[in-house]
C-alpha cells in the first residue's frame, strides 16, 4: 500500500537554530500516529513544512504524493493548527459555510457538522463569544470537511473536556476505519497510548523512537514494579522472605527487571501462605516517555 | 471564480459586522450634503449645469476621501489575519493567494460602491431639485462614479501590499497613513513647489505632465476634470494640466488597479504564516 506521508532525512533550520534534523518517518492509510515530545522538540515545525506553510533546508517531503503545498496536497490533507483562530465577527455556522465553500463541498453540511463536534446550539452565535474549547471544536469541525486523506492535528485535544476527549477520539476511530491516516500530537500521553497505532517520539527535534507502545515498551527495558501483600500476621515474616523489597504501610514493593518478572513472580507465589496478593505495574507511559525524551534532547 | 466569490461573500459580511460599511457610508453621506450645502450659490454666471459643478467639487472631495477609505479599510487585510492567527489554516486550503486578495478586495470595493453610490446620490439629487438643467450633468456623474472605484480598488491593493510588508495591523496602520500623506498631499505640494521654482522650463512642460499621470489620485483628478465642463470652477494643479488628454489619464486609472494588484500578490506571498 502507498504511503499517505512520507518524509526522509527532512532538516529544517531557524536562522541557524537546528528545528529538526534527519527526520524519516511515514504514515500509511488509515494508521493513527502520535507525535510526542517535550516543547520546543519540533512537532508543530513538523507539520507546519507536511502543510508546506514553511519550507525545509534538505530531505524530501510527500504527501498523498505530491509536494506540501502542492493543489493536490492541500484538495486532500486537513489542519488543526495548535492554537486555532477564526474571526471573531463570524458565527460557527458562518464560519463552516465559508470553509465548505473553499473546498467546493456542499455548504448545507455545515451544520452536521457542528453538530458532530457538539456545537449545534452555539452555531449562530458569534466565535468572538466562544469559549476555548468550544473554539477548538470549530477547528475539529473544519478538519472533518470532505473526507480528508490526510489529517495533520496539532495538540487536537487540547482545551477539550474529557468527554470531547473521548468523543474526539472515537470520531478519529472512524476516519481511520475509513481509511484516513492521521497525525496527531499530543502532551496527553495516557490518551494517545490508547487511541494510535503508534507512537513517534521527538526530542530535540530528532526523532528518537518509534513504534507501537508494545515495542517501545520492550526497548525502555525498564524495570516492573510489584507490590506483594501479606497475610494478616505474616508481614514480617514477608518481609524476611524478600529483603531485596522494601516494607511500606500496606505491604512489600519491589522492582525487577522485565526478564526477571516470571522467575520473580514464580518465587513470591512459592512463598505460599504468607501472600495474600500480588499486584504487577508495568512501567507507566510516562516513564516510557521520559526515558526516551530524555536520552537526547534536553 | 467559486473561492473568490466566498471569501469576497464572507468578507463582505465582516465589513458589515465591524461596521465598516456603515461607517463609509455615512462618511460619504455627509461629505456630499456638506458640499452640496456650501455649493447650493447661484451658478448662472458659470453657464454650467448644478449637477456638473457639483461633479467638480465631487471630484476634489474624493481625491482625499476615497484613498482615505479604502487604505482604511485594507490595512488590516493581510496583517489582521496574521495577528489573529488565522493565517496558517487559511493556507492549507485549497485557495492561492491571489485568490485571497481578490476575494477582499471584491468585497471591499462593494462596500466602496454602496458609500461613494451613497454620496454621489444625495450629491445629485440635491443639484436636480435646484436646477432642472441638472440631468445634463448625469454622464459627468457616472464617470466620476466608476473612476471613484477604479481609485478606491487602487488604494484597496496598495493597503494589502502595506499590510503583508508590515505584518503588523499597527505597522501597517501607520504605512498607509504615511501612502495618502505622501501620495494625496505631499506629492502635489511638491509638485507644485517645482513647478512654481522652474518658472515655465522643461520641467513644467515636458516632465510635469507624466508626473501627473504617474500619481493615480492626480490621474483620476485630471480625467474627470478634463471631461467636465466646469474645468473652470476647479482649483491649483489641474489648471496648470489642461494640455493632458483625458485619454491619458483614463489609461493611467485603468493600469494602476492591476499594478497595486500585482504588487499586493507579491507582497503577500512573502508572508510566511
Ligand atoms: N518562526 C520561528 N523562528 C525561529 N525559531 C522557531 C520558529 N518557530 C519555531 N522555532 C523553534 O523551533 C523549535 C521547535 O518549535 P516547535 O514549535 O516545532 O515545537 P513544538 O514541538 O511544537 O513545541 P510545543 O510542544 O511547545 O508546541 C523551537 O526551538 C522553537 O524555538
Ligand atoms: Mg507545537
Redesign the interface.
Known amino acids: 500500500m502507498t504511503q499517505s506521508l512520507i518524509l526522509s532525512t527532512l532538516t529544517k533550520t531557524y536562522q541557524g537554530v537546528p528545528a529538526l534534523r534527519d527526520v524519516s518517518l511515514s504514515v500509511a492509510p488509515g494508521e493513527r500516529v502520535a507525535l510526542l515530545g517535550h516543547n520546543g522538540a519540533g512537532k508543530s515545525t513538523m507539520m507546519k513544512i507536511i502543510l508546506g506553510l514553511i519550507g525545509h533546508d534538505s530531505g524530501t517531503v510527500e504527501v498523498l504524493g505530491g509536494a506540501p503545498g502542492s493543489a493536490g496536497a492541500r484538495e486532500g490533507t486537513a489542519y488543526l493548527p495548535e492554537n486555532v483562530a477564526f474571526h471573531p465577527a463570524l458565527t460557527g455556522l458562518e464560519q463552516m459555510r465559508h470553509y465548505l465553500r473553499l473546498r467546493g463541498e456542499p455548504v448545507g453540511t455545515a451544520m452536521d457538522l457542528l453538530a458532530r463536534v457538539g456545537l449545534a446550539d452555539a452555531a449562530r452565535r458569534r466565535i468572538g463569544t466562544y469559549s476555548k474549547g468550544m473554539r477548538q471544536r470549530v477547528g475539529l469541525a473544519q478538519a472533518l470537511i470532505g473526507r480528508p486523506r490526510l489529517l495533520v492535528l496539532d495538540e487536537p485535544t487540547s482545551g477539550l473536556d474529557p468527554v470531547s476527549r473521548r468523543d474526539f477520539y472515537e470520531l478519529l476511530d472512524g476516519l481511520a476505519a475509513e481509511g484516513a491516516s492521521i497525525l496527531l500530537s499530543s502532551h496527553a500521553l495516557t490518551e494517545v497510548e490508547a487511541r494510535t497505532d503508534r507512537l513517534v517520539i521527538l526530542s530535540g527535534g530528532v526523532v528518537v523512537t518509534q513504534g507501537a507502545l508494545t515495542d517501545l515498551r520492550r526497548q525502555a527495558d525498564l524495570p516492573v514494579m510489584l507490590h506483594v501483600t501479606p497475610r494478616d500476621g505474616a508481614r514480617d515474616d514477608l518481609a524476611a522472605a524478600l529483603p531485596q523489597g522494601r516494607m511500606n504501610g500496606t505491604g512489600v514493593h519491589l522492582h525487577c527487571a522485565q526478564d526477571d518478572k516470571l522467575a520473580t513472580l514464580r518465587r513470591i507465589t512459592g512463598l505460599g501462605d504468607m501472600v495474600s496478593d500480588i499486584d504487577v505495574i508495568p512501567p507507566s507511559l510516562e516513564a516510557i516517555y521520559s526515558h526516551f525524551s530524555r536520552r537526547d534532547g534536553q | 471564480m467559486?473561492?473568490i466569490?466566498?471569501?469576497a461573500?464572507?468578507e463582505f459580511?465582516?465589513s458589515l459586522?465591524?461596521r465598516w460599511v456603515t461607517v463609509a457610508v455615512a462618511m460619504m453621506a455627509v461629505f456630499a450634503l456638506v458640499l452640496s450645502a456650501a455649493g447650493s450659490a447661484p451658478t448662472g454666471a458659470l453657464g454650467a449645469d448644478r449637477l456638473s459643478v457639483t461633479v467638480a467639487s465631487l471630484t476634489s472631495l474624493a481625491v482625499y476621501l476615497v484613498p482615505l477609505v479604502a487604505l482604511l479599510m485594507s490595512f488590516d487585510g493581510v496583517a489582521g489575519e496574521v495577528e489573529?492567527?488565522?493565517l496558517?489554516?487559511l493556507?492549507?486550503?485549497?485557495?492561492t493567494r491571489p485568490e485571497i486578495l481578490i476575494g477582499k478586495l471584491l468585497a471591499h470595493v462593494a462596500v466602496l460602491t454602496l458609500a461613494v453610490g451613497a454620496g454621489y446620490a444625495i450629491a445629485a439629487v440635491a443639484a436636480v431639485t435646484v436646477d432642472a438643467r441638472a440631468a445634463q450633468g448625469l454622464p459627468a456623474l457616472w464617470r466620476l462614479m466608476w473612476s471613484s472605484l477604479l481609485l478606491g480598488a487602487v488604494f484597496l491593493c496598495l493597503g494589502y501590499a502595506l499590510s503583508a510588508l508590515s505584518r503588523r495591523p499597527a505597522g501597517a496602520a501607520g504605512l498607509a497613513i504615511g501612502l495618502w500623506l505622501g501620495m494625496i498631499v505631499l506629492y502635489d505640494l511638491g509638485l507644485l513647489a517645482a513647478v512654481v521654482a522652474d518658472g515655465g522650463g522643461w520641467f513644467t512642460t515636458d516632465l510635469f505632465p507624466w508626473l501627473l499621470l504617474a500619481n493615480p489620485a492626480d490621474a483620476f483628478r485630471l480625467f474627470n476634470l478634463a471631461a467636465s465642463e466646469a474645468t473652470a470652477a476647479a482649483a491649483g494643479i489641474a489648471g496648470a494640466a489642461n494640455a493632458i488628454p483625458a485619454h491619458h489619464a483614463l489609461i493611467s486609472i485603468l493600469l494602476w488597479p492591476l499594478l497595486a494588484l500585482a504588487a499586493a500578490v507579491v507582497a503577500f506571498r512573502k508572508v510566511?504564516?
Open positions: 467559486r473561492r466569490l466566498a471569501t461573500a464572507t459580511r465582516i459586522r465591524n489573529r492567527g488565522t496558517p489554516l493556507l492549507t486550503y485549497p485557495v510566511t504564516p
